[in-house]
């Protein structure tokens, strides 16, 4: 199903629910509202934006380093992501990475906070 026919679909529904008292105004809205949330979202995965890795060490990654990143998360997560490399000394040593909504922290920082967490401090 389309975005587009997504928010229609739901919308009438929406409307035919509200009318009919199944549902209050109000949850009628709200249904509105989700379906335009959802069909933005829908809309975004398309456009192939939502498709993006975030990389971040410590120190920057040499183009070969890169480059086997690149390909290693290809093979985890499939082909068609826009792979952005940052560098940011905070994370102190290993990787951070953003996979869509997904975080994967293998940094040191990340760690040593789990540690710390873990041990009540």
């Not at 509200?18 to 809309?43: F, H, M, P, Y």
């Not at 934006?49 to 985890?76: H, I, N, Q, S, Y």
């Not at 940011?88 to 967490?117: F, H, M, N, T």
Request: charged share 30%.
């Amino acid at each position: 199903m389309s975005a587009a026919s997504w928010d229609s679909e739901l919308a009438s529904l929406a409307d035919k629910l509200g009318q009919g008292g199944t549902i209050s105004a109000a949850q009628a809205d709200l249904l509105k509202n989700l379906a335009s949330e959802v069909g933005a979202l829908l809309r975004e995965r398309g456009s192939g934006r939502g498709r993006e890795m975030v990389v971040r060490t410590a120190v920057p990654l040499t183009p070969e380093e890169r480059a086997e990143f690149e390909k290693a998360l290809a093979r985890r997560f499939g082909p068609g992501y826009r792979v952005v490399f940052e560098e940011d000394p905070q994370v102190l040593g290993g990787v951070w990475l953003r996979v869509g909504d997904r975080i994967v922290d293998g940094s040191l920082r990340g760690r040593l906070e789990a540690l710390r967490k873990r041990m009540g401090t």
